[in-house]
């Protein structure tokens, strides 16, 4: 058995894996579009070659932003005619790892009630296994939704003002006051083991790199100009989504993630968007219910399978008592 990246002259073979499980994949159209975007690269594609060097036994392919690291696994495929399909994925994922330095979450697109359809459960089996073996142990389910214009636009109390601003600076702050005692699963992750300010600052650039306009932010304050919270109409590669919406601490429990959200969906629908697609956390009842209200339908699952957050130890002090990690 032999791993690899590809590279461009794989592209042909790489077109002929096939995925016909009931389950999200880098299909032709997919890879194509997303190789010239450079959603895809070569680099970030991973092949397990038998022998000869020449037939595709497995691949996985990463996806990110142009130019910038794999953020996560978008399609993990095996040959029929493996032996043992969960041993060849978790072999060909530990090699791909190890290359990139570090483990991008697995995320996997379903219909709602998944475990309910054999063909789809077991499609997600083995690659579940597969994943668990090669450090991908953290798992998390989040609800999709999506607003349509046949849907009436959610009014606005007018408690709230919005403004842009152009220096990232005031996001970044706005975006570290709203991470504290967040439901969200990911910025939870990430403090565990960074600092608060570097992680709103990672958030703040990775929301710059997407699709969406970096004109489209907003700040909103209370009519006493008070902070309240963050509202970023966005988009990605299949169009327009909420992005980015949180209240700060002092200002919650009144409601404000109704006011953030509408002015979210105003937003795009003055564009004349005709959907708006957004996702949440299954254990995130707040916002979902906030999605539910302004008339988003939930329309499928996100599978997301991550690493654990790894805490690196602090140097011991010279009486060799360890110091406490800071986790933010």
């Not at 072999?91 to 309910?116: C, I, K």
Request: hydrophobic letters at 40%.
């Amino acid at each position: 058995m032999h791993f690899r990246p590809a590279v461009e002259a794989d592209l042909d073979r790489l077109l002929g894996c096939v995925v016909d499980e009931s389950i999200s994949w880098a299909h032709p159209d997919r890879l194509l579009s997303f190789l010239e975007s450079g959603n895809y690269r070569y680099d970030h594609i991973w092949l397990a070659l038998a022998e000869d060097g020449e037939e595709i036994l497995a691949r996985a392919v990463w996806w990110g932003f142009p130019g910038g690291k794999p953020l996560a696994m978008d399609c993990l495929y095996v040959h029929p005619s493996a032996d043992d399909r969960v041993d060849l994925a978790a072999g060909l994922l530990d090699h791909a790892h190890a290359a990139f330095g570090q483990r991008p979450a697995y995320h996997v697109f379903v219909s709602n009630g998944w475990r309910d359809n054999p063909k789809a459960a077991a499609a997600i089996a083995w690659r579940w296994e597969a994943a668990g073996r090669a450090g991908l142990t953290e798992e998390l389910e989040r609800l999709r939704y999506e607003w349509t214009a046949d849907e009436p636009v959610p009014e606005s109390p007018d408690r709230l003002v919005f403004h842009g601003d152009d220096d990232d600076e005031a996001f970044v702050a706005a975006f570290r006051r709203v991470a504290e005692g967040t439901l969200d699963y990911s910025t939870r992750q990430a403090l565990v083991t960074m600092d608060p300010e570097a992680q709103a600052r990672e958030d703040v650039n990775d929301y710059k790199s997407m699709p969406g306009d970096r004109s489209w932010w907003r700040l909103a304050y209370a009519k006493d100009g008070d902070l309240v919270g963050v509202a970023l109409p966005s988009a990605n590669n299949g169009g327009p989504v909420v992005g980015y919406l949180g209240v700060v601490p002092e200002h919650r429990g009144h409601g404000y993630v109704d006011d953030l959200l509408a002015e979210i969906t105003r937003f795009h629908a003055e564009r004349g968007v005709q959907r708006i697609a957004a996702d949440t956390d299954m254990g995130n009842a707040p916002m979902a219910r906030a999605f539910e209200r302004a008339g988003y339908r939930n329309f499928a699952i996100r599978l997301v399978l991550s690493a654990k957050p790894e805490i690196a130890a602090e140097p011991a002090e010279p009486a060799e008592v360890e110091n406490p990690v800071n986790a933010g």
